[in-house]
């Protein structure tokens, strides 16, 4: 079972945003009007956290960055020359696109009258009703087809927010540094050094144990509980084996 835990709150908010796009791509890909409700509150989700000033700007940041280190390896002998160009040739792409948005991601969206009256309501417990908005009814009520083809239409706008995303995210993964540890009784402790980490992953054989971590720019901990039915989870206190990543771009 793999645990990943960001480092900073630039990567939670970028790990946030890649889950409500995991949940709209599952949800807009099936048919049932109540899949496509689910969809539509992905959407709404991440028009919110797009409404952030800087979080545009950051992505853009990030993906400059990992660039730069990629450009860096092009006289390495030990890197493949052919799939190094792709990856500076993708990034750059996404980039491009990102850059290219006028406004915050989702602009168009936001202007949408009809959408902006579901998304106040939709966001009152219950409050989507057809005698809340008898139109969303009315929409919920069209051929499968239509709506996922508005879905399509509205979610293209945030495509390249979500691409970008994907590649960055994608690339930083793929850095993990991995090995095997134990921690004794439930704990383990790891000096970092200073040294700057953006995500940290945590491979565990047992789904019973369950990692919590926290870190500085020193010392990070990893500190593994037990869930059993309705009480709050508790301390392991045996050794659990595990694998862990340090991500770093």
């Given at each position: 079972m793999l645990y990943e835990f960001?480092?900073?709150?630039?990567?939670?908010?970028?790990?946030?945003?890649?889950?409500?796009?995991?949940?709209?791509?599952?949800?807009?890909a099936r048919e049932s009007a109540a899949d496509h409700h689910v969809a539509l509150g992905a959407i709404f989700d991440v028009l919110g956290m797009s409404g952030?000033?800087?979080?545009?700007?950051?992505?853009?940041?990030?993906?400059?960055?990992?660039?730069?280190?990629?450009?860096?390896?092009?006289?390495?002998?030990a890197v493949a020359t052919e799939?190094?160009?792709?990856?500076?040739?993708?990034?750059?792409?996404?980039?491009?696109?990102?850059?290219?948005?006028?406004?915050r991601p989702g602009q168009t969206l936001l202007d949408h009258d009809w959408l902006m009256s579901v998304r106040s309501r939709a966001t009152i417990p219950g409050g989507a009703c057809q005698f809340d908005i008898p139109s969303y009814h009315a929409w919920q009520q069209k051929p499968a087809e239509n709506r996922l083809a508005d879905l399509h239409s509205w979610s293209a706008q945030l495509q390249p927010l979500s691409h970008a995303l994907q590649a960055m995210l994608g690339l930083l993964r793929e850095t993990g540094q991995r090995q095997r540890v134990l921690a004794a009784k439930g704990t383990y402790q790891m000096q970092l050094g200073g040294r700057a980490y953006q995500l940290v992953r945590v491979l565990v054989d047992e789904e019973a144990s369950i990692p919590e971590m926290s870190a500085n720019q020193y010392l990070m901990w990893v500190?593994?509980?037990?869930?059993?039915?309705?009480s709050k989870p508790r301390p392991v206190d045996?050794?659990?084996?595990?694998?862990?990543?340090?991500?770093?771009?």
């Open positions: 960001p480092l900073s709150e630039r990567f939670r908010n970028f790990l946030r945003l890649e889950e409500l796009f995991t949940r709209l791509a599952l949800f807009s952030r000033s800087d979080l545009k700007s950051e992505l853009l940041q990030e993906l400059d960055r990992q660039r730069n280190f990629l450009a860096g390896l092009r006289d390495n002998p799939r190094l160009e792709q990856t500076l040739a993708m990034l750059l792409q996404v980039r491009q696109d990102l850059a290219a948005l006028q406004g500190r593994f509980t037990q869930q059993e039915g309705a045996r050794d659990v084996p595990f694998v862990l990543e340090l991500c770093n771009v």
